[in-house]
């Protein structure tokens, strides 16, 4: 590569490097030197004082000098790895992009049973998604286990179900989280609480029948234990007085009780969800804020239009944070809350 070659690469790339972060550049190709003009964090990053500084190949004394033996190479890698995004960005061809088809797509999802809602904007974005995987295990007199998955929209905060999203996406790793776990840990480990004791309800019939079964066993037990105490004692050929028949029926009461007690104690129920993973997804979308008018007062809120899978996720109950698309609103803070909750 000639030298002329490496500096005309220098300069595209530095060009680059400063639209990309936000930045313009006045650098004709036939210039030794041009102006730059960037955010003050970027100028700083690049190791200069102000806003605006001159850019040339050598030469300069004060400045942003892009040559290959000084520290321009250690001050673009910071730039580039703090300010311009390593990940992927997905075209969408068939969003709908207009606020009136919003108004529509909204419109079709939603029932508004006592309020009225106008779409204010929609901008693309990609959507985050937690998926956490949980080990949930109901330990009674006999022990049930499952691994159970969940996905939350983070920003939305309502559960929701990816399908085959997955497969549908070209999927990049990429380092770190965009939310943090402890924003959606407790919302999915609910969602799961719930579908677990959902799924469990044949073990815990199970189990409650045993403890029904055990229970008659012992009262059948302890009754005809009670029987024998008040029958004479056949070798004696003797009648107990009222106050011993009286002691042994007591006795045996106490014991059936504190056995009925150990009974109880060994069928109650220990619940444990313990997360055992968890994966952060970018899926494209849009996010469409909506002003929801219920009487005199006014709220917004931000809906979610997931692009792959081409539909509008629930919004979150105020009351039971299940997602709903039929909602009630409450008069002054405007709170949403599903059918099952506003009937209750
Ligand atoms: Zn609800």
């Not at 490097?17 to 970027?42: C, K, N, S």
């Not at 075209?91 to 006592?114: H, M, R, T, Y």
């Not at 899926?283 to 931000?302: E, M």
Request: with cysteine.
């Amino acid at each position: 590569m000639s030298a002329t070659e490496v500096a005309s690469q220098l300069r595209d790339f530095t060009q680059r490097l400063i639209e990309q972060t936000g930045g313009i550049i006045d650098w004709p190709a036939d210039q030794p030197r041009g102006t730059a003009l960037v955010p003050e964090d970027i100028a700083s990053s690049l190791g200069q004082r102000g806003e605006s500084f001159p850019v040339a190949l050598s030469g300069l004394d004060a400045g942003l000098s892009v040559d290959l033996g000084g520290e321009f190479l250690d001050a673009a890698a910071r730039t580039l790895a703090t300010f311009v995004p390593a990940h992927g960005v997905f075209a969408l061809p068939s969003l709908p992009v207009k606020k009136s088809s919003f108004q529509s797509v909204v419109d079709q999802a939603f029932g508004w049973q006592n309020a009225r809602c106008s779409v204010l904007q929609g901008v693309v974005t990609p959507i985050v998604y937690h998926t956490w995987w949980f080990h949930v295990t109901l330990r009674s007199e006999d022990i049930w286990e499952t691994l159970a998955e969940v996905t939350v929209n983070c920003d939305g905060r309502t559960c929701c179900s990816l399908d085959g999203l997955l497969d549908a996406m070209d999927l990049q790793p990429v380092s770190g989280v965009a939310r943090a776990p402890d924003t959606t840990l407790e919302i999915a480990a609910s969602h799961v609480q719930q579908r677990a004791l959902l799924a469990a309800r044949p073990f815990l019939n199970r189990m409650e029948q045993r403890l029904e079964r055990d229970r008659q066993r012992l009262r059948q037990y302890y009754r005809a234990l009670s029987r024998e105490a008040a029958a004479p004692n056949r070798r004696v050929k003797t009648a107990p007085c009222p106050e011993q028949l009286a002691a042994r029926q007591r006795a045996v009461t106490l014991e059936l009780q504190r056995k009925l007690a150990e009974l109880e104690e060994r069928y109650a129920f220990d619940g444990v969800v313990r997360p055992a993973a968890l994966a952060e997804f970018r899926v494209p979308g849009l996010a469409i804020d909506v002003r929801i008018q219920r009487k005199a007062a006014t709220r917004t809120f931000r809906l979610f239009w997931n692009g792959i899978q081409k539909r509008l996720e629930p919004l979150r109950c105020s009351r039971c944070g299940q997602g709903a698309y039929n909602l009630w609103f409450t008069n002054d803070e405007v709170e949403p809350i599903c059918i099952p909750c506003h009937d209750a």
